[in-house]
């Protein structure tokens, strides 16, 4: 019981070191966003490509899986172009992306629109999964365990919110655009903090 006290005691010291800087909050809100839109659409997509496009449920989910297996695979690249470059031009391009692929599938009508903009996606998820998590040592080298607990935290949460949203907009307006629109609006939220960060923290991050 005495180890347990100590070890809870550890963790409160940890957690007191990083909860008042606004970088964790930063880093967890990129993360909320991409994590969570590969999430949610995960969760989201199977239900909506059957109702919304009159897909097979079998067409559905062989299209669910590709969005899963493309963001999935490409999150070791996001990391990978985070070591060669520098990880806020990667997330600045996740961002600009998402934001486009919001807009994109607010106005699409048909599968193919829908598609590319799902692809879009999955692309931008997947590589800013990877790009998020690069950040964290560079400013948390000491507590990265601890700061990466929480940002991981935050996209579980991001996977919640999205289906819930989407879902009371259509109850209110009969139409996912809106829903798909604050996707892009969030995105562009994040890439202004992208470029605020970039530019308030050049001296710990190379080009």
């Known amino acids: 019981?005495?180890?347990?006290?100590?070890?809870?005691?550890?963790?409160?010291?940890?957690?007191?070191?990083?909860?008042?800087?606004?970088?964790?909050?930063?880093?967890?809100?990129?993360?909320?966003?991409?994590?969570?839109?590969?999430?949610?659409?995960?969760?989201?997509?199977?239900?909506?490509?059957?109702?919304?496009?009159?897909?097979?449920?079998?067409?559905?989910?062989?299209?669910?899986?590709?969005?899963?297996?493309?963001?999935?695979?490409l999150r070791p690249l996001g990391g990978f172009l985070s070591d060669k470059y520098n990880p806020y031009t990667?997330?600045?391009?996740?961002?600009?992306?998402?934001?486009?692929?919001?807009?994109?599938?607010?106005?699409?009508?048909?599968?193919?629109?829908?598609?590319?903009?799902?692809?879009?996606?999955?692309?931008?998820?997947?590589?800013?999964?990877?790009?998020?998590?690069?950040?964290?040592p560079l400013y948390f080298s000491n507590q990265a365990g601890t700061v990466n607990g929480i940002v991981a935290a935050a996209g579980g949460l991001g996977g919640f919110f999205p289906p819930l949203l989407l879902t009371f907009v259509y109850g209110l307006t009969k139409s996912y655009a809106i829903g798909f629109m604050s996707l892009s609006e969030v995105a562009l939220a994040s890439l202004v903090l992208v470029f605020w960060m970039r530019f308030s923290e050049q001296s710990r991050v190379p080009e």
Do not use: H, Q
């Open 1 to 73: 019981m005495e180890r347990i006290g100590k070890e809870n005691r550890a963790f409160a010291e940890e957690l007191k070191k990083v909860y008042r800087d606004r970088r964790l909050w930063f880093l967890s809100i990129f993360y909320f966003i991409t994590f969570g839109s590969f999430v949610a659409f995960t969760v989201y997509l199977p239900n909506f490509l059957v109702s919304n496009f009159s897909l097979a449920k079998v067409d559905a989910g062989m299209r669910t899986a590709g969005f899963i297996l493309l963001a999935t695979l």
């Open 90 to 136: 990667v997330l600045t391009l996740t961002f600009a992306g998402l934001t486009i692929s919001g807009i994109l599938l607010s106005f699409s009508l048909g599968i193919t629109l829908f598609t590319i903009g799902c692809l879009a996606v999955a692309f931008c998820a997947g590589i800013g999964n990877g790009a998020v998590f690069k950040l964290v």
